[in-house]
């Protein structure tokens, strides 16, 4: 027979009152040592706590709940691992819905989890570009956030939540710039779902790096396919059949030769769809990179493992679900010190290595070290000699050269942002069929000095607070990179 409370307090020698307070936990405190009785005799007794009665004496439970798109793709399979990994290390239960990249669904499943009385909704889908749904979420979110709920988010939901920013754009513009130096000038894109904000940013990001060399992005040579293999493999025989200029599309062979009207490299905005690149042109008797070279996008697990293996944008996923439940927890808040953003500068012990805007002295990094501008390396992160690239995280340093590729200048914003290390995402330099360059770190103020995170005021719910993560890229034998020393 279960223990009820009234045993626990009858033990412990309180009131019914003082032991619902002790272990539901309410607005009235209960003194430490009275508490500690409490909890002592309810261990003695196995009494197990009634987490409705939790909820209503907290006006929240010990759960959060994640939002993602696709629960198959290997991308929020990451995201979900850093969240929930994170959640249960504080003590909290993760529950975690699939939306499938629906507006209403995702709606549904936020008043869902503010009926549950969730301690804090996690938005880990990217935005969407229909203002109307925005509206509809954001008025959700609003009223759960009026009860004293918490939200976080992964990407660009708009300037009104806490957010884990990864650099799409600029990620996307670096990796172009690689294939470009690599001599692949005419490319072909898979691009997202129009209703993504994500895919806005990524593909904006590839046109930026192309108009800087003259080259305008041609719409027959982009192709429009949902966040997964099928859509990947439809898209890139889309762009297969089609022709400079001719719109629908001109029929094609599948005999093998680059042909005049194929792209020199097909660059899918997720890795998931450049699986579906890779087995099309399988299909087809293409060889990659010999005949089209193939990139992909965010560097999930398997990326390393196709063959041939896969040159693709690094996201440190795992990292920006661990991030979303600290946001969402309270955690980054200003921790002191003083760090380096556009055009500031951080010190470390010895020589000094070009950061984004500013500089950085390492050598192999010291404990203390403050964020260091456009790295994304965070105070206490060893930081390679020379490069300013934490060490382990996805960079690259040329033996001579001081500074890292970068993704761009370090990119003006209206809300603070703070940079966090991508250090655990990387493949180590030097492995069988990688080569490593750096995407630029993040976001940053101009002229603006943070370590921990930088706030702004914003909406009726307090300051915005923005972690900026850096996107690196690992270069491999899809495009006909390999290993550097």
């Not at 500690?36 to 261990?43: D, L, W, Y």
């Not at 004293?148 to 300037?159: E, K, N």
């Not at 991508?422 to 000095?449: F, K, L």
């Amino acid at each position: 027979m279960a223990v009820t409370l009234g045993e626990v307090a009858r033990h412990a020698g309180v009131s019914l009152a003082t032991a619902s307070r002790a272990l539901n936990g309410s607005a009235r405190t209960v003194g430490d040592a009275l508490a500690g009785r409490v909890r002592a005799s309810a261990e003695e007794l196995g009494y197990l706590p009634n987490a409705p009665a939790q909820a209503l004496a907290r006006s929240s439970t010990a759960t959060v709940g994640v939002l993602l798109h696709d629960i198959a793709d290997p991308y929020f399979g990451a995201l979900a691992k850093g969240a929930t990994d994170t959640a249960a290390q504080a003590g909290l239960l993760t529950m975690v819905l699939n939306t499938g990249g629906d507006p209403a669904t995702e709606l549904r499943c936020i008043r869902m989890l503010h009926a549950q009385r969730v301690r804090a909704i996690v938005l880990a889908g990217s935005g969407y570009t229909d203002p109307a749904a925005t509206a509809a979420i954001d008025a959700a979110l609003a009223a759960y956030r009026a009860e004293g709920g918490v939200v976080a988010a992964v990407t660009d939901h708009g300037d009104g939540y806490d957010t884990v920013l990864p650099d799409n754009r600029g990620g996307a513009a670096a990796l172009t710039r690689e294939l470009l130096a690599a001599g692949y000038r005419d490319l072909a894109v898979v691009t997202g779902p129009a209703r993504f904000r994500v895919s806005a940013e990524r593909l904006a990001g590839v046109r930026e790096a192309l108009a800087e060399e003259g080259i305008t992005l041609r719409q027959e040579r982009v192709a429009e396919a949902e966040f997964s293999r099928d859509g990947g493999r439809r898209a890139a025989g889309v762009l297969l059949e089609r022709g400079p200029g001719s719109g629908a599309g001109s029929a094609r062979g599948r005999g093998r030769g680059p042909g005049p009207e194929r792209p020199q490299a097909i660059l899918a905005l997720s890795d998931v769809c450049a699986v579906g690149v890779l087995a099309e042109l399988r299909e087809r008797g293409i060889s990659v990179p010999d005949e089209i070279a193939v990139a992909g996008f965010d560097d999930i697990p398997l990326a390393a493992d196709l063959a041939p293996a896969l040159t693709t944008a690094r996201m440190p996923l795992e990292q920006m679900g661990a991030a979303a439940i600290r946001l969402a927890m309270g955690e980054h808040r200003d921790a002191g010190g003083a760090g380096a953003a556009a055009g500031g500068a951080g010190a470390a012990a010895g020589g000094a290595g070009a950061a984004a805007g500013g500089s950085v002295a390492a050598t192999g990094g010291s404990a203390g070290v403050a964020f260091q501008a456009g790295t994304g390396v965070p105070a206490g992160t060893a930081v390679t000699a020379g490069t300013g690239i934490a060490a382990g995280a996805a960079g690259r340093a040329d033996g001579a050269a001081n500074t890292p590729r970068t993704a761009g200048a370090a990119r003006r914003t209206e809300r603070t942002a703070v940079a966090e290390g991508a250090g655990a995402a990387s493949t180590a330099a030097g492995g069988p069929d990688v080569a490593e360059a750096t995407a630029g770190a993040g976001t940053a103020a101009a002229g603006t000095a943070t370590v921990g995170i930088a706030t702004t005021a914003t909406t009726g719910h307090g300051a915005v607070r923005v972690l900026t993560l850096p996107v690196g890229l690992a270069l491999r034998a899809s495009t006909g990179h390999t290993a550097r020393s």
